[in-house]
């Protein structure tokens, strides 16, 4: 198995924006010395649910005090994004950070953000799957040509972008759900899929992983080896009952409320965006099992050691071998998420196969 830490820079009461800053980069240092395979930091905007309004921006950073950690983005959300300039700033990312980034991508979700950055959530899977197509192109080792409705490169102009990543290809993820038109459309590339959020809260994370195995088959792409990043909470303490207690002493719903209010695509007299419709009741099961983590059918990586050591069992037989984190919750003082860290960096001799280097590598066609 490989593990990774996850943050979206959680903006509670409790903290300056600096703190927050600070604290995703001072984990960061510390998942490169605990051995961790990965960071992952994903967009968000115009909400305290995160304020990582640029990941690459974060990642730099990170590359500049870390040595081995490889850093990923999950996810830049790629329709809000000029798909020239983000090949230009993970190509860049992926120099300063000696070939460490990966590249996770995703459509995004909340309509606020999208209202926010003038970008219609009709168009949005249009949008990405165009940009994808840009930024690929962009790291080839050729004039960039190109003509859609989101964006036309003619060859008369003889643009050439770079510079180019360090890693050929460069490894890139793209974050699904349980959509099975955008897992299709994923293995029809040869991309890896991410999965978590509302893929882990419904129970989920395996099949889909499992759907996509099969489709990478069906399209001539080879899933061998690749190991796909699942997103999960986890808080590890010194036993069941301090964790409980220390969850107690927070707001467990913190983050639900703010996503009741703003995280969704659904407009306020209640229409789904094109591709969105599967979303209609996904806030329904998130409530319940947030309510009862038991109904889903991934189990929460909460307690002591020797209770998520039994959790994390379960997830390898369920098929998934790559985990990363968002440790704690919001509002929990920083030295009790550190301390969950370091505990949790204790089960990795377990789980690790012996002869997997940490953060094994990724490769795409591009």
């Known amino acids: 198995m490989k593990f990774g830490l996850f943050n979206i820079g959680m903006w509670h009461e409790s903290q ?26 994903g967009e968000h905007h115009f909400s305290r649910h995160g304020i990582l309004a640029d990941c690459l921006v974060q990642a730099a950073a990170i590359a500049s005090v ?15 994004h000029n798909p020239v300039r983000l ?14 980034l990966d590249l996770g991508v995703g459509v995004g979700y909340q309509r606020r953000e999208f209202n926010g950055l003038n970008i ?11 940009n994808l197509d840009v930024v690929l192109k962009c790291w080839r080792d050729e004039i960039l040509v190109h003509e859609s409705p989101y964006n036309t490169f003619r060859a008369e102009d003889a643009i050439e972008v770079f510079p180019k990543p360090v890693q050929k290809p460069m490894p890139l993820y793209q974050a699904v759900s349980i959509t099975p038109e955008s897992i299709e459309f994923a293995a029809s590339r040869g991309v890896p899929v991410m999965v978590g959020g509302p893929t882990d809260v419904l129970g989920l994370a395996p099949q889909v992983i499992e759907y996509w195995r099969t ?33 107690a002493a927070v707001d467990e719903f913190w983050d639900l409320k703010l996503l009741q209010k703003f995280g969704s695509p659904i407009s306020p007299s209640g229409e789904l965006p094109p591709g969105y419709e599967r979303w209609a009741n996904r806030v329904k099961e998130h409530e319940k099992n947030a309510l009862d983590p038991n109904r889903a059918g991934t189990p929460p990586l909460i307690g002591s050691l020797e209770t998520v050591r039994e959790r994390l069992r379960q997830l390898r037989d369920s098929g998934v071998n790559y985990i990363f984190g968002q440790f704690g919750l ?7 998420i550190r301390r969950s860290v370091e505990l949790f ?9 012996p002869a997997d280097a940490p953060a094994a590598q990724v490769h795409v066609p591009a």
């Not at 870390?66 to 809000?80: A, D, H, Q």
């Not at 690749?226 to 301090?242: F, T």
């Not at 960096?345 to 196969?353: G, H, I, K, S, T």
């Open 66 to 80: 870390t040595e081995k950690v490889r850093i990923g983005t999950g996810v830049v959300v790629l329709p809000f």
């Open 16 to 41: 300056s924006q600096e703190e927050v800053f600070r604290n995703i980069r001072e984990q960061a240092v510390l998942a490169d010395r605990l051995g961790y395979d990965s960071v992952w930091l």
């Open 87 to 100: 090949a230009e700033q993970a190509a860049m990312v992926d120099i300063l950070s000696d070939g460490r």
């Open 330 to 336: 919001p509002g929990m003082p920083e030295a009790k």
């Open 345 to 353: 960096a204790e089960l990795f001799e377990e789980f690790r196969d």
């Open 215 to 247: 489709k990478m088959v069906e399209h001539g792409n080879d899933p061998t080896g690749v190991d796909i990043p699942c997103a999960k909470g986890v808080y590890v303490a010194e036993s069941d009952e301090q964790a409980a207690a220390d969850i």
């Open 120 to 130: 219609p959530i009709d168009e949005a899977r249009a949008r990405f799957r165009d």
